[in-house]
């Protein structure tokens, strides 16, 4: 199996920064997708962002130009640096990833535990 560990979150203040790293336990073969969500308290998961597996990246309108997705792939992390940072913002932030490919041994669908963002006025 693999494992996705999330890590960077904390609390900060608005106009602050944050970096989440989400570290893939094992790629091997796989081409990936690695999609960022997050979960405000008492609302639903929503997308943030994502990088594909040719690099491509995507954005929700509320993050863009604030947030920026990167990779590197010999360590197998996919970075979400977050800046400006807005009460708004505040969520569970959690990643997931698709492995696939013809030489894939773990092709499937992986989520992260999660990590908390918390920014105060």
């Known amino acids: 199996q693999v494992q996705l560990v999330e890590s960077g979150g904390g609390s900060v203040q608005a106009g602050g920064s944050l970096r989440l790293s989400c570290a893939a336990s094992?790629?091997?073969?796989?081409?990936?997708?690695l999609t960022w969500y997050r979960q405000a308290l008492e609302k639903e998961r929503e997308f943030v962002s994502e990088i594909d597996s040719g690099g491509v990246t995507k954005y929700a309108e509320s993050v863009k130009g604030r947030f920026i997705i990167s990779r590197d792939m010999d360590k197998n992390t996919v970075y979400l640096e977050m800046n400006s940072l807005k009460v708004e913002d505040t969520a569970m932030y959690s990643c997931k990833t698709v492995l696939f490919g013809g030489f894939c041994q773990w092709a499937g669908s992986y989520w992260g535990q999660g990590t908390q963002v918390t920014v105060s006025s």
């Open positions: 094992k790629i091997g073969y796989c081409a990936y997708d």
